[in-house]
């Protein structure tokens, strides 16, 4: 991947000293910024630069605060409010006006209120399986039905139990998670997205954006309860079979196919 470009990035967000792990590449049209979920890491994105259907299109992807490979000062600090103004702070550096957007989980939560306060800049949107209602709180709301004082036990345990989870791929993600995020960072970051789940009004926000939208969920998932509610609304969905809630692992080809034709990218037979 020699177009590909790994940089660190020195970066301070609410008072917070941050360096930020990054690749990116330049090219032709609007930047995709892709934003990972909880567990995982800007590589999830890295194969858009060997796939041909993306050859020419520019991206950014990063290691969120506390994740992978990036530093922050206070992992205490680390929220979704918090990820957006990392967010916002990383198109600032690289003086991006205009993209689309690409969120998983945590990141897919993140990219739906940033395009929700970023308004026009926004031009689409692909979320796959970001939390939209408190249904989708099932590895965060975990911080309340099995809390504990000590952060390191309780992301011991969390990793046990989700070792065992029924979604296609959890023993993958969760036997990756103790070397892809920082223990003390996990309680803000959970107690957030079950805030935000409950009572952000989220739905609302994501429907109501003005940028094409899509939602991706695998189709152990087909049983959220708002798929309707977003079919009816306009969203295009997309659902990836032989998968749960993390696509990238379980089938990155259909999940990169998917993205490239509603991006309208020509995607090879």
């Given at each position: 991947?020699?177009?590909?470009?790994?940089?660190?990035?020195?970066?301070?967000?609410?008072?917070?000293?941050?360096?930020?792990?990054?690749?990116h590449r330049q090219g032709v049209g609007e930047p995709i910024v892709f934003l990972h979920g909880f567990g995982s890491t800007?590589?999830?994105?890295?194969?858009?630069?060997?796939?041909?259907?993306?050859?020419?299109?520019?991206?950014?992807?990063?290691?969120?605060?506390?994740?992978?490979?990036?530093?922050?000062?206070?992992?205490?600090?680390?929220?979704?409010?918090?990820?957006?103004?990392?967010?916002?702070?990383?198109?600032?550096?690289?003086?991006?006006?205009?993209?689309?957007?690409?969120?998983?989980?945590?990141?897919?939560?993140?990219?739906?209120?940033?395009?929700?306060?970023?308004?026009?800049?926004?031009?689409?949107?692909?979320?796959?399986?970001?939390?939209?209602?408190?249904?989708?709180?099932?590895?965060?709301?975990?911080?309340?039905?099995?809390?504990?004082?000590?952060?390191?036990?309780?992301?011991?345990?969390?990793?046990?139990?989700?070792?065992?989870?029924?979604?296609?791929?959890?023993?993958?993600?969760?036997?990756?998670?103790?070397h892809k995020v920082r223990a003390e960072a996990v309680r803000s970051i959970f107690m957030s997205m079950v805030e935000l789940s409950d009572h952000g009004?989220?739905?609302?926000?994501?429907?109501?954006?003005?940028?094409?939208?899509?939602?991706?969920?695998?189709?152990?998932?087909?049983?959220?309860?708002?798929?309707?509610?977003?079919?009816?609304?306009?969203?295009?969905?997309?659902?990836?079979?032989?998968?749960?809630?993390?696509?990238?692992?379980?089938?990155?080809?259909?999940?990169?196919?998917?993205?490239?034709?509603?991006?309208?990218?020509?995607?090879?037979?």
């Amino acid at each position: 991947m020699v177009d590909v470009k790994r940089e660190k990035l020195d970066l301070r967000v609410r008072g917070v000293d941050l360096r930020i792990s990054s690749m990116h590449r330049q090219g032709v049209g609007e930047p995709i910024v892709f934003l990972h979920g909880f567990g995982s890491t800007k590589e999830d994105y890295a194969d858009i630069a060997r796939l041909s259907a993306f050859d020419g299109r520019p991206f950014i992807a990063y290691d969120a605060p506390g994740c992978g490979e990036s530093e922050c000062g206070e992992l205490s600090a680390i929220s979704v409010p918090f990820l957006v103004d990392t967010a916002r702070a990383v198109l600032s550096r690289f003086e991006i006006e205009r993209l689309h957007l690409v969120g998983h989980s945590m990141g897919g939560l993140t990219s739906l209120l940033l395009a929700h306060e970023e308004g026009n800049r926004v031009l689409s949107f692909v979320n796959i399986e970001g939390n939209v209602a408190s249904e989708d709180c099932f590895l965060s709301r975990q911080i309340v039905s099995h809390s504990s004082d000590d952060p390191h036990r309780f992301f011991t345990e969390f990793i046990d139990r989700n070792w065992g989870g029924v979604d296609l791929s959890s023993s993958l993600h969760a036997a990756s998670l103790k070397h892809k995020v920082r223990a003390e960072a996990v309680r803000s970051i959970f107690m957030s997205m079950v805030e935000l789940s409950d009572h952000g009004d989220l739905l609302a926000k994501f429907v109501g954006l003005s940028c094409r939208k899509m939602f991706m969920y695998g189709e152990q998932n087909a049983h959220l309860s708002y798929l309707p509610h977003l079919e009816k609304s306009g969203v295009t969905l997309a659902c990836i079979s032989q998968s749960g809630h993390f696509p990238m692992y379980s089938n990155p080809v259909e999940m990169w196919k998917r993205i490239a034709c509603f991006l309208g990218y020509v995607v090879p037979e």
